[in-house]
């Protein structure tokens, strides 16, 4: 199609859209099939049972927005600059798939929408199973919420984000209102490292949510991705190492500082 094609998008450029008639459009659900979602998911420790049946919900599950852009302008995000202030786009009848009752919402901030009850009891009374693929922001959770979020069912983990230190007080007021409703071993927090914390601020706010009993999940600031030792520990606790060693003895780790060490000896 090039050189006529529309060619845009976070990875290209912020400014490029598409007219409004092509961003209402209903997404093409035939457009993969269940074996193309299998051979790139299949693998691993799941029976072959399991990961068609995992990508048989993929491939009928509605998917898209209700609402774009955001009211905060986190400067580490780009959503803002790129989609400006949280506007609605779509009601939930205009991207669910006929096929299936589970809806993957990818809106950027679900819970700052002023009609985000009414989406939640919505959700609820039509018996649908949501995946807010883009998490909540916990900062705006109060027991209203969080008790309206319990009453749904949820894809996989309901997920949030901790992403500097100066929200601590804000986002462990969240938690607790949801503990309060929903079970932490269905919540999960993204915390966002290398963009303007120490290493001892990142290992504090695991632990704390360790201690709340919350999945910790590292997310690397793309301009920290070089630094080995930061590779090394989102990899440890990703993989729940953490819950069984120390860092200091992860072997990974000894064994790329000694290759270094044994590299400058030889230098």
């Not at 901030?109 to 919505?122: G, K, S, V, W």
């Not at 910790?216 to 953490?242: C, D, G, K, Q, T």
């Not at 120390?246 to 000894?254: A, E, V």
């Amino acid at each position: 199609m090039y050189p006529d094609s529309i060619i845009g998008g976070t990875g290209w450029d912020l400014t490029t859209t598409l007219p409004p008639e092509v961003e209402a459009c209903r997404p093409d659900y035939d457009l993969y099939s269940v074996q193309d979602i299998y051979n790139r998911i299949k693998g691993g420790i799941r029976r072959k049972e399991t990961t068609i049946k995992k990508a048989k919900t993929i491939v009928d599950a509605g998917i898209g927005f209700l609402s774009r852009g955001c009211q905060r302008s986190c400067p580490f995000c780009i959503v803002h600059k790129k989609e400006g202030s949280l506007h609605q786009v779509a009601t939930i009848d205009e991207i669910l798939n006929p096929r299936s009752i589970v809806l993957i919402l990818m809106d950027n901030n679900l819970l700052a929408n002023p009609n985000c009850m009414d989406t939640l009891r919505e959700i609820r009374e039509r018996n649908l199973v949501v995946d807010i693929s883009q998490g909540i922001d916990c900062r705006l959770v109060n027991e209203e919420i969080a008790q309206e979020l319990s009453k749904i069912k949820h894809l996989r983990h309901l997920h949030m984000a901790w992403d500097l230190m100066s929200f601590e007080q804000q986002v462990m007021q969240g938690i607790h209102h949801l503990k309060n409703w929903i079970s932490q071993k269905k919540l999960m927090c993204f915390v966002l490292v290398g963009y303007n914390t120490t290493f001892e601020e990142d290992v504090y706010r695991v632990r704390k949510l360790a201690e709340e009993k919350i999945e910790p999940l590292v997310m690397i600031y793309n301009n920290s991705r070089e630094n080995r030792m930061l590779r090394h520990w989102a990899r440890y606790i990703n993989s729940r190492i953490f819950k069984v060693a120390d860092f200091k003895d992860y072997l990974p780790w000894i064994k790329e500082q000694q290759f270094h060490q044994n590299l400058r000896m030889a230098v």
